[in-house]
């Protein structure tokens, strides 16, 4: 059975830093494509950053670029997304999500289409507010 826990979120002022982690059981993500999403009040889940083939290569939606980075520890079955320079606009429920590789063309595919991804984990509450 596949799980992923997603921790690490919790309430920061703008422009304060926080990094989530989402770790798997059941499954070797160095092996899937991962993606960090996000569900804010009365709006839809946007993806934020996805990573594919697990190549380095990443894509970040337009809202985060810059300060937001998704990595992954292998030797952890871990994924991360870093966040930086946090805006009250980040308020959400923040999701990691995994599915194979071969279900994604690109790394924004994978981001467009949250409704396509397979495993999800619970999601991690992220208030960014002074």
């Known amino acids: 059975q596949v799980q992923l826990v997603e921790s690490g979120g919790g309430v920061v002022q703008p422009g304060g830093s926080l990094r989530l982690s989402c770790t798997a059981s059941?499954?070797?993500?160095?092996?899937?494509?991962i993606g960090w999403f996000r569900q804010a009040p009365g709006k839809e889940r946007e993806g934020l950053s996805c990573n594919v083939n697990n190549d380095g290569s990443s894509y970040a939606a337009d809202s985060v670029k810059g300060r937001f980075t998704i990595t992954r520890d292998n030797t952890k079955n871990t994924v991360y997304l870093q966040m930086n320079n946090l805006k009250p606009e980040d308020t959400g429920v923040y999701y990691c999500?995994?599915?194979?590789?071969?279900?994604?063309?690109?790394?924004?595919?994978?981001?467009?289409?949250?409704?396509?991804?397979?495993?999800w984990g619970q999601g991690t509450q992220v208030t960014v507010s002074s």
């Open positions: 059941g499954l070797t993500l160095d092996k899937y494509a």
């Open positions: 999500a995994a599915d194979h590789p071969s279900a994604f063309a690109t790394n924004q595919r994978m981001c467009s289409d949250a409704k396509d991804v397979w495993w």
